[in-house]
């Protein structure tokens, strides 16, 4: 770097940092955090007893935000730690050391680790692992004078520690969620950002599983005889309460309204005060009088109380935030308001359907009103239709369009789609806003009318086939007036059966036989919905020269059923003191290593009305497996004496239960308590509600209800751990299209089966069992991958995928980018194109591009949908955030890089040229940028590096 260079970098620095005493005291760093007064909780294990306890922890651990003083006193101020140190990880946080884990035994021939070892094996190892924690709340490995040198394996100079870092654990950053104990004294550093901060002496828990595990960190169940042996975990919860120096965050605030905050009451020596972002009033009288609002710097004094306003900022959803500075208080002083956020959810809407149109005309529907948004939504259309926006009361139309966008309240929109080619058809064009959908029908006029007709029906489930047989629709009889043929076309999977004596016996179904019929005889058909919502299918019985028509037009789907049904039972073994878990691969129904499957349900497959409609938004879905006891009464929710709940109950007390508990999991599998026919009527609590009929005897159409699937395994935050009273009790297995990225994609879940009291805690002496279960994808997925740090405004391509799991050619068809296909194994490809060709085979290769976003840092989406299956293509620009690549905040090297670039513009990449061009900052605060590298650039970056400032 030249000397005009440097001599403008020290120039910035001084701009920014100011001169004098001032600039002196920002650049003295803090001293490293301490660990006094040390906190730490005993770690023990019971060899005879098989038992790990961990020593209660009685007192909230206090979180400071500056070096603790001596004693382990809390100082006030905000630590400014050397950004080169590993504890600068601890820079804007409030942050404790003072607790870890120890062992009391750890110098002893009495270790930990040599009494589990002596039981379980050499390779034994005592893990542990964050089970659930407070948002926010992140965990450092502090091993050494500073909490440095994390594996160990490094001597470091106490003094001079710089260059190891503090390496993060318990699930921060993208740490594993379980850590493996050495045994020694380990301290933990414990730190919350300040972001995370929102409200006065917040209090902040982790809930931790002590157990033992072999070297991968699954837990032990055997000793090193291979003798069972019962669980030997603890869980222990700790607890840290933040600073007090935090004003109440606020949402759902009005926007551009001024709004103020709670009250703080100082305590210490008179100090000065100062606040960015808004303004402050201090009382010196207890709250009685109050000086005047101000933004300029001032004095506070011992018991002075001090509360601050802002004005809120005038964007829907976005955050203001006040900082109020005290040097001798312990805390961030922020306030932040955030504004109610945008609502793009608008009120139902329809479009009138049409009947009897011409066949394949465009058919325009009528014009609806978008309501109930105050923020502009997005719209989309079903592939082969149309929408038009009008955005002043119709007076002057966009164009048709079929590309998503966004549309704004009040506006008028219409669609269009061309009708079918056939005569009697129905075709839906199905338009997308903000999540809401409404659904546009055009059934084209009938052909010639038959002979003879069937009675129509409509509202038939649209057939989804999950986990079960096909659903089909049988028609009345009618009676043959002719000897004729006999023969069926159209529908899916059409066929008939004929009576001979007056419907009391039939023929077996058949598209076939008898090929012949004769004056007299009755007949009837039975067909398999259409697999769409709201579309009509005809089937025609050729009866000679005579024609009977059968209409079926569906509704909504039916819910999924359990059939072919798989449930594995539980039994306790009082005798030998376990449990146990039928192993799904020794069920009848998963021979030869078959796994249960995950059918994929299209979103929008169910009624909206109805409680399987957790499952509209595009899953991959199963019911096949379930609990069971074989010794319980079925259908009643009640089991018989000697059933495995009494069982329990008579060998751990009346109050003993039998629990269920989520171990671990793939990622995206979601589970619903499913209890009575629909998975409907249950409590969520474990308990049986009453079993449904599943459907009425004389239409064959589902019977409504209204109890709710409930989520349970974690799903939507319920707990991981669940009551099972002991019943057949099945559940839905469900997986968004977003986590199936590949075909036949495995997905498992690891239970512990054990028994607990009715808070499900382990009831000591009883036994557990733990469980692997197994699902396989479908065979149709597929997924590409995202593309992030893209240059805006570029047409970006994706990976290739390999079209797999059907067997006839599948409709293709893209919304927002574009597709070409390959049938030579990526030889030659077609052009890129939004509907040629229509339809892929399987073997075929495809890939898409679309055109990245002209913003910086936002994500594009293409979604490609091959039959019913969707996959999605995210692109996501480079972030204007001033930072190299690797983090969310600037740091020096990133001010200084800048700085370069603003004297040499080709020193730096494209990307890093939309990443350091910042300034200026839009009124919310963020990085908007002016199309060039330039000193405000610098200037905010280097701000921003130092802490000054956020966006």
């Known amino acids: 770097m030249n000397i005009r260079t440097i001599l403008l970098a020290v120039t910035l620095f001084m701009f920014i940092l100011g001169t004098g005493g001032q600039a002196q005291a920002d650049m003295a760093y803090s001293t490293p955090p301490s660990w006094m007064q040390m906190t730490m909780p005993a770690v023990t294990f019971d060899s005879a007893g098989n038992k790990l306890t961990v020593e209660d922890k009685a007192i909230n651990a206090s979180l400071g935000t500056n070096t603790l003083a001596g004693n382990g006193n809390l100082s006030g101020g905000i630590a400014n730690f050397d950004a080169t140190q590993p504890y600068a990880v601890l820079n804007g946080t409030a942050f404790s050391r003072r607790m870890g884990w120890y062992d009391p035994n750890e110098m002893t021939s009495s270790a930990i680790l040599t009494k589990v070892q002596s039981l379980y094996g050499p390779n034994a190892n005592i893990w542990i692992q964050s089970m659930t924690k407070s948002p926010g709340l992140n965990t450092y490995l502090a091993v050494g004078n500073y909490g440095v040198n994390a594996d160990g394996s490094l001597i470091v100079d106490a003094q001079n520690p710089s260059g190891i870092i503090y390496a993060p654990i318990f699930g921060t950053g993208a740490s594993s969620t379980k850590w493996k104990w050495d045994g020694m004294m380990d301290h933990n550093t414990y730190s919350v950002a300040f972001s995370a901060i929102t409200k006065p002496n917040q209090i902040f828990s982790a809930y931790y599983k002590v157990y033992v595990g072999d070297s991968a960190g699954n837990e032990l169940l055997a000793d090193k005889d291979g003798n069972k042996v019962a669980s030997a975990a603890a869980t222990t919860t700790w607890l840290w309460q933040g600073p007090s120096f935090a004003f109440t965050s606020l949402t759902g605030a009005a926007a551009s309204t001024l709004t103020e905050s709670d009250i703080f009451t100082y305590a210490g020596a008179s100090t000065t005060i100062e606040i960015t972002g808004g303004e402050y009033s201090v009382s010196t009288d207890g709250g009685t009088i109050w000086n005047a609002w101000t933004a300029a710097a001032g004095i506070i004094a011992d018991t002075n109380k001090v509360k601050v306003h802002l004005t809120s900022s005038a964007t829907p959803g976005a955050t203001a935030k006040a900082t109020l500075a005290i040097p001798t208080a312990n805390g961030p002083g922020s306030f932040s308001v955030t504004t109610l956020g945008p609502d793009t959810t608008p009120d139902a809407f329809t479009f009138a359907s049409q009947s009897s149109a011409a066949v394949s005309t465009i058919t325009e529907s009528a014009v609806v009103t978008v309501s109930g948004i105050n923020a502009p939504a997005s719209i989309s259309i079903s592939t082969g239709s149309e929408y038009a926006i009008s955005t002043d009361n119709g007076t002057n139309w966009g164009n048709w369009d079929t590309m998503p966008g966004t549309i704004a309240n009040a506006d008028r929109v219409k669609v269009r789609l061309t009708s079918s080619p056939d005569q009697g058809v129905t075709k839906t064009a199905t338009l997308t806003i903000g999540g809401v959908t409404g659904i546009f029908v055009v059934t084209t006029s009938n052909p010639v009318a038959p002979s003879v007709s069937f009675t129509a029906v409509t509202g038939a489930p649209a057939n989804t086939s999950v986990s079960g047989m096909p659903f089909y629709v049988m028609s009345n009889p009618i009676t043959v007036s002719a000897d004729s043929t006999i023969s069926i076309t159209g529908g ?460």
Do not use: C
């Open 492 to 951: 899916i999977t059409p066929q008939y059966a004929v009576s001979s004596d007056s419907g009391v016996t039939w023929s077996a179904w058949s598209a076939t036989s008898p090929a012949l019929v004769v004056t007299g005889n009755q007949v009837k058909v039975r067909v398999v919905p259409a697999t769409t919502t709201f579309t009509t299918s005809l089937t025609k019985l050729n009866l000679g020269s005579t024609v009977a028509g059968f209409s079926v037009t569906t509704g909504y789907a039916n819910p999924p059923s359990w059939m072919p049904m798989a449930m594995l039972n539980v039994t306790l073994d009082n005798t030998a003191n376990t449990l146990s878990v039928q192993d799904e691969n020794t069920h009848l129904s998963f021979a030869n290593g078959v796994l249960p499957a995950l059918t994929y349900i299209p979103s929008g497959t169910y009624d909206p009305s109805k409680p399987w409609n957790v499952l509209n938004s595009g899953v991959a879905i199963s019911r096949q497996l379930g609990w069971d006891d074989a010794t319980a009464l079925h259908g009643n929710g009640i089991t018989i004496v000697g059933g495995l709940i009494n069982q329990v109950k008579a060998a751990y007390g009346a109050t003993a239960e039998i629990w269920i508990e989520l171990i671990s999991q793939s990622p995206g599998l979601e589970t619903y308590f499913a209890d009575g026919m629909y998975g409907v009527g249950g409590t969520g609590s474990g308990a049986s509600g009453t079993p449904q009929v599943y459907s009425n005897s004389v239409t064959g159409l589902p019977i409504i209800y209204e109890d709710n699937y409930y989520g349970i395994f974690g799903t939507s935050g319920s707990s991981t751990k669940w009551k099972w009273n002991g019943t057949m009790i099945h559940n839905v297995y469900a997986v968004p299209t977003a986590s199936i990225t590949q075909p036949n994609q495995l997905f498992t879940a690891t239970y512990k089966v054990y028994v607990g009291d009715s808070q499900g805690a382990v009831i000591a002496g009883s036994p557990s069992t733990t469980e692997v279960w197994s699902w396989k994808g479908p065979a149709t997925a597929f997924g590409f991958t995202s593309q992030t740090d893209v240059a805006i405004n570029t047409a970006v391509e994706s990976n290739v995928i390999t079209v797999a799991g059907i067997t006839a050619p599948a409709a293709i068809f893209i919304t927002g980018g574009e597709y070409a296909v390959s049938t030579d194994n990526g030889s030659t490809w077609s052009a890129f194109s939004t509907a040629t060709p229509a339809t892929v085979a399987a073997g075929n290769q495809v890939k898409v591009r679309q055109t990245s976003s002209a913003m910086a840092g936002a994500t594009a989406k293409t979604t490609l949908t091959i039959g019913t299956f969707p996959g999605t293509f995210s692109v996501t620009t480079v972030n204007r955030n001033g930072n190299s690549g690797t983090g969310s905040a600037p740091t020096i090297n990133d001010a200084l890089k800048a700085l370069q670039g603003y004297h040499d513009p080709s020193s730096l990449t494209p990307a890093e040229q939309i990443r350091y061009d910042v300034a200026p900052l839009t009124a919310g605060g963020t990085p908007q940028g002016n199309g060039a590298v330039d000193v405000a650039d610098v200037i905010l970056i280097l701000r921003r590096s130092i802490g000054i400032g956020s966006w």
